[in-house]
């Protein structure tokens, strides 16, 4: 039911951007792009959202292109401690009624090296 | 406490036999919503509560699994009958605000 494309694993040095595609081609003109990451052995972690403009936190930054077709999320100076899996996900907006649930995908698996 | 709290945090049981995992929500949160993840794989959702109203039990992958929330607070995912196959991480998360979950740690269980 995942309606993302992710890389599977990416590779990042200490201190440097990573910069982390997804495609999601198929959106709705109503549907927001989440992200999630998954450190090791911990839940999930809930990092930022947009629905068509740009978003920066503390955490990272989410550039969604004009035609909503995929994003990009920005960890600006990558730790070792980024280093985690890293869902993007489409919230599934019911048609009518019923329920809003986030359905992860398998993610990107992002290492951080010195 | 602030987050989300899961017990028992890792369960060993025998094959057919029941297991109840238990989720303390955040207070104050209306959604709840239970996971799984096997070794290696990503989450798949089970079921989602909001408030009073039905649960979405879409997710749930045969009659051996249920849940409940009572009192719009604490949910118990039971799994009947265990099998091998059901062995996971199951995660619990909660929310109030749309798609901003906050996951707990995970029960760990392992049928033998």
């Known amino acids: 039911d995942a309606k993302t494309t992710q890389p599977t694993s990416m590779d990042c040095a200490e201190g440097r951007a990573a910069n982390l595609p997804c495609n999601h081609s198929?959106?709705?003109?109503?549907?927001?792009v989440y992200w999630y990451r998954q450190i090791h052995s911990q839940g999930p972690q809930y990092i930022i959202h947009?629905?068509?403009n740009n978003e920066t936190n503390e955490m990272a930054s989410l550039i969604i292109t004009e035609d909503r077709k995929s994003s990009t999320l920005i960890l600006p100076h990558a730790t070792l401690r980024d280093t985690a899996v890293y869902y993007c996900?489409?919230?599934?907006?019911?048609?009518?009624?019923?329920?809003?649930?986030?359905?992860f995908g398998a993610g990107t698996r992002l290492a951080v090296h010195p | 406490g602030a987050g989300v709290s899961q017990s028992p945090s890792n369960k060993v049981t025998e094959k057919g036999k029941d297991v109840e995992l238990r989720c303390d929500p955040i207070?104050?949160?209306?959604?709840l919503y239970w996971y799984r993840q096997s070794l290696g794989q990503g989450l798949e959702f089970l079921i989602y509560?909001?408030?009073?109203?039905?649960?979405?039990k879409s997710g749930l992958p045969s009659d051996r699994f249920s849940a409940e929330r009572t009192g719009g607070s604490v949910s118990t995912l039971t799994i009947q009958r265990t099998q091998q196959e059901d062995s996971a991480v199951y995660l619990c998360?909660?929310?109030?605000?749309?798609?901003?979950?906050?996951f707990g740690e995970g029960s760990r269980l392992t049928v033998l």
């Open positions: 998360a909660s929310t109030v605000k749309v798609g901003e979950l906050f």
């Open positions: 198929t959106i709705s003109g109503n549907e927001y």
């Open positions: 947009g629905l068509k």
């Open positions: 996900i489409v919230r599934v907006t019911p048609i009518s009624g019923g329920y809003n649930k986030l359905i």
């Open positions: 207070s104050g949160h209306t959604a």
């Open positions: 509560f909001q408030g009073n109203s039905a649960p979405d």
